[in-house]
């Protein structure tokens, strides 16, 4: 008993990079070659600006702006009065305000409608959820997207792998043709570093993740085109103001600068498309205050080598854990070339905390971004660069994802559900890997009729692979009032990246494309076992014992799934059973698998 505890306690040492980033919508910026390093003796940074706090943030900005006005571009950048906004916002987050008082923003009601839906399908939120109606609507379903705005992509490009774009052709929502057409630019290698005890810097390179910098615009033109042509809706600039849930059907109210009134659009089924934000989460999760947050700052600037300019950071921190006023913070780089020119790059810094009073703003973060950025990058300054474009969020994680349906006819995807990993900065990549998925059970569920809460809620079901990631989220970040060693989070990362190298690419790649599986979960223990084994009680320690016993019932959870979908996978879609039976006996199969990571493929 007590040496198998041992033996599970090992993980926690590798827990950090497991299954690291979902691809996702992302801009692209510069890195060079060279890792710098503080002097040896140091065992904290300390940052220091010239200039008044904040400053220095409203100049970058505000010249960005200029520049975009001067050329005529509107471009994708943040200016610092959004910048003030989301600080507002993230504030609100902190101090409980926002997780006060729920939306009522849908409502059931017995009385049914007056008519028949017009739409089988209405996608609430078009930026994502055009792919998804996409899809639906070219299995013959009638599907209507709602969008606030207009459905547009932005500037700035997101990065992917291929293998995840592809996923986008199989399911008939995009062509080759339209792929490679948005295809910005494709690079390789990608890099995993960290810099650890002693200053002395761990390196990993790898092939084909998250590789391609894609044009958010180009795809969602393609998309929309296909859907048009089969004979989709699209309303643009439409806010939706409520959803009503009737016994027969759901109507949402919308508002369009185009009307002079309200008006309802009907459907079977809506989809909730609408992001971490969407009203309708809110309202799922009223008083509820996030569990795990991840804060990303960030620029597409040029001025970079060419001749450097050539590969991507997946993962990089050459600097030890830092104090931040009360509490400390770990920030970690992402970095990738871009198509608008050879010494163009997109550079994100990120950190992973709670959402505690005491945690920095993002005005802070963008500070630490302009004093860490010319020793990340090798630069005798930021003058030698011209900022394009800035962006910057936080992304709120819950413990409890999926979220589950609280209505019939109702049913959450992407960032709304909570589906990406907690260490994920958003849902494109996540809703590539389920669009299969996803088709198939909406369509299942149309077909048979299959809309109650309790049938929607098997499309969002719990999935071990997904909560084991919390132990992950929890290594990589700092508690309040928590003192860990500087080196601590950095030397626990390159334990784990150093035993999954050495296993290769069926046990590393997993890990990097936001995938948890448990046989290389296993593996990678086992490995840090034999390297390390000394570093797991300090890992425990910060994370403390309740995340650690929790953790532990998923990865059970995890080894549970993995051995029901190798015992009943080749039992989905049996003609054997009544439909509504075999539409529930699917839903179960498709969350082992997906569940366990199993359908993940090299």
Not at 56 to 83: E, N, P, Y
Not at 286 to 303: E, F, K, L, N, R
Request: net charge neutral; hydrophobic share 40%.
């Amino acid at each position: 008993m007590i040496s198998s505890m041992v033996f599970l306690l090992v993980v926690l040492a590798m827990d950090p990079a497991c299954g690291f980033l979902s691809p996702m919508a992302r801009p692209t910026t510069p890195l060079s070659l060279h890792v710098s390093t503080a002097p040896a003796d140091d065992k904290s940074v300390s940052i220091t600006t010239k200039e008044p706090f904040g400053f220095r943030t409203k100049r970058i900005l505000d010249k960005i702006g200029a520049d975009a006005d001067a050329s005529g571009g509107a471009g994708s950048s943040i200016s610092f009065t959004t910048l003030e906004a989301i600080d507002r916002a993230w504030e609100a987050v902190k101090t409980g305000r926002a997780s006060g008082e729920a939306p009522t923003f849908v409502r059931e009601t017995d009385v049914p409608l007056s008519t028949s839906p017009k739409f089988d399908v209405i996608v609430a939120g078009g930026t994502l959820g055009i792919f998804m109606a996409t899809a639906l609507q070219r299995k013959g379903f009638r599907v209507c997207v709602v969008e606030r705005g207009p459905l547009r992509g932005r500037t700035q490009e997101w990065n992917i792998s291929r293998k995840e774009m592809m996923e986008l052709v199989e399911e008939g929502v995009l062509s080759k043709e339209d792929v490679e057409d948005a295809i910005g630019i494709d690079f390789n290698p990608i890099r995993v570093g960290f810099v650890g005890e002693k200053n002395e810097p761990y390196t990993l390179w790898t092939q084909d993740v998250l590789h391609l910098g894609v044009s958010p615009s180009v795809l969602l033109a393609r998309a929309q085109s296909r859907f048009l042509a089969a004979g989709g809706v699209v309303h643009e600039n439409t806010p939706i103001q409520g959803i009503r849930i009737a016994p027969n059907g759901a109507a949402v109210e919308v508002k369009s600068t185009e009307m002079m009134g309200g008006e309802e659009l009907t459907g079977r089924l809506v989809i909730d498309c609408m992001g971490n934000q969407s009203p309708i989460s809110r309202q799922a999760r009223a008083g509820q205050q996030p569990d795990g947050i991840c804060i990303v700052v960030g620029t597409c600037a040029s001025g970079f080598d060419p001749a450097r300019n050539t590969y991507a950071d997946l993962l990089y921190s050459n600097t030890p854990t830092m104090d931040k006023g009360v509490s400390q913070v770990h920030w970690f780089w992402e970095a990738f070339p871009a198509s608008s020119g050879p010494g163009d790059r997109t550079t994100y810094l990120f950190m992973y905390c709670d959402a505690k009073p005491e945690r920095p703003s993002i005005l802070e973060c963008f500070e630490d971004y302009w004093d860490l950025m010319p020793q990340y990058q090798n630069l005798s300054s930021l003058d030698a660069l011209t900022f394009k474009r800035a962006v910057c969020n936080f992304f709120p994680t819950y413990k409890d994802s999926p979220l589950r349906t609280d209505f019939p006819r109702l049913c959450a995807i992407g960032d709304a559900s909570g589906i990406q990993s907690p260490l994920s900065f958003g849902g494109f990549g996540s809703l590539s890997r389920h669009l299969g998925r996803l088709t198939t059970a909406f369509s299942d569920a149309l077909a048979t009729d299959s809309l109650s809460k309790e049938e929607l809620g098997l499309i969002n079901a719990y999935q071990p692979s997904l909560s084991v990631t919390w132990m992950f989220q929890r290594t990589m970040s700092v508690p309040v009032g928590a003192k860990p060693r500087p080196d601590f989070i950095n030397r626990s990362l390159i334990n784990n990246f150093k035993s999954m190298e050495k296993l290769g690419d069926p046990v590393l790649k997993p890990f990097l494309q936001d995938v948890v599986q448990a046989g290389p979960l296993f593996s990678a223990m086992a490995g840090i076992a034999r390297q390390d084994f000394f570093n797991t009680p300090t890992v425990l320690w910060h994370v403390g014992a309740d995340a650690f016993f929790g953790w532990f019932r998923h990865f059970f959870m995890l080894c549970v799934y993995t051995l029901l979908y190798r015992a009943t996978k080749q039992t989905k879609g049996t003609e054997a059973l009544p439909p509504k039976i075999r539409y529930r006996w699917d839903r179960r199969v498709e969350n082992w698998e997906f569940g366990s990571g199993l359908d993940y493929r090299l």
